[in-house]
Structure formats: structure tokens, C-alpha cells
């Protein structure tokens, strides 16, 4: 089985200023759950990386985190899916760890809890950090354009990029649009 990463919020459920605290703020993106069944159900292992520093600022609980995570993976279990790991870092952006993305710690740890190598995976997501924690780690780094994907995608075209090749990433509405491009393939 091929490994496929995806960041969480703006990928698959709407992102917030305010972080999403509860399973009462964990909006999927309309076609992102069926997205996930489907490259599931395709063969992919599906590892959730993301960075949750509302944790590490005290906004919600690991108790809720774990449930908003328990939604997502039922949702996706519904739809024939399966959601073979969420990693996730609960630092704040001034901690200095390895695992927050752009640093490459999370995908490391998937790499080392589901046995499959990250490099020449798909690693989904929407914004500047996502990329280049891809890139580093070797993966093939994918922009969807909601969430931060606009903004980020608008910083790539304006040269304003610490990637080594921003030209070179693929670029989707959605995850669904990326879902079905990667099946295609």
C-alpha cells in the first residue's frame, strides 16, 4: 500500500481563527470525507499530520481533540474508509520542537508507527508549512486552495517562497479534486 498524508484543518474540515475546540466546530470541507473512503478504499494508508497548538495554549483538551478525531474517523469508516493514523504536535509556534510542522518530527513519527517510508508520498495540504514539511521529508507536496490554500498559493506566484521548486507542486480545488486526480494516475 502507498502512504498518503493530509494536514487536517483546511483540508478536510473548515479551519478557524478561533481553533477548532470541539466535535460543535469540526466542519468538514463538503467532498473531503468521501475523498478520504475513496483513496482508502483505493489502497492508500491515510495518515492524518497536523499541527494543534490550541493543545499546548490550553483552548480545548486532549480529551477533546481525541473526539473531534473519533468523528472524523467514523465519518470516514461511514463512507467504506479507513484513517490509518492522526499525528499530531500540541506545541505553540515559540517551543522550538521537531515535530511542528514545517519541521519534519510528524512525519517521521508516521513513518515509524505505520512502517511506510514518506518519501514519494502525497502530503496534502493548505498552507506554506504543510509544503515544506513535505518537501523536506520527500514527499510529493500538493496545495488544495481551501483553507489557507488561496493565501498560500497567491505567495508561491509571487515568488514569495522558501521552497525549492514551488513550481513543481500540484495544485487542486479541493481534496476532492486532488482525490480523484491521484486515482487517476
Given amino acids: 500500500m502507498a502512504l498518503l498524508i493530509l494536514d487536517r484543518d483546511g483540508v478536510i474540515n473548515q479551519d478557524s481563527d478561533d481553533f477548532i475546540r470541539s466535535t460543535r466546530d469540526w466542519l468538514p470541507i463538503p467532498g473531503s470525507i468521501g475523498a478520504i473512503a475513496a483513496l482508502s478504499r483505493g489502497g492508500f494508508t491515510i495518515a492524518i499530520a497536523t499541527n494543534q497548538s490550541g493543545l499546548g495554549r490550553g483552548y ?3 480529551e477533546a481533540l481525541e473526539e473531534i478525531h473519533a468523528e472524523l474517523c467514523r465519518s470516514v469508516e461511514e463512507e467504506g474508509g479507513h484513517i490509518d493514523g492522526i499525528f499530531f504536535c500540541p506545541h505553540r509556534p515559540d517551543q522550538g520542537c521537531n515535530c511542528r510542522k514545517p519541521a519534519t518530527g510528524l512525519l517521521r513519527a508516521i513513518e515509524k ?4 517510508p ?5 502530503f496534502i495540504g493548505d498552507s506554506l508549512k504543510d509544503l515544506q514539511a513535505g518537501e523536506a521529508a520527500g514527499c510529493r507536496p500538493v496545495l488544495v486552495k481551501t483553507g489557507n490554500g ?3 498559493l497567491r505567495k508561491l506566484r509571487a515568488g514569495d517562497s522558501p521552497l525549492e521548486r514551488p513550481g513543481a507542486i ?3 480545488e479541493d481534496l476532492a479534486a486532488a482525490a480523484r486526480a491521484i486515482l487517476e494516475a
Avoid at 118 to 122: E, L
Fill in 60 to 62: 480545548f483538551t486532549p
Fill in 113 to 116: 508507527a505505520l512502517g511506510e
Fill in 118 to 122: 514518506v518519501r514519494g508520498a502525497h
Fill in 150 to 152: 488561496e493565501a498560500t
Fill in 170 to 172: 500540484a495544485v487542486f
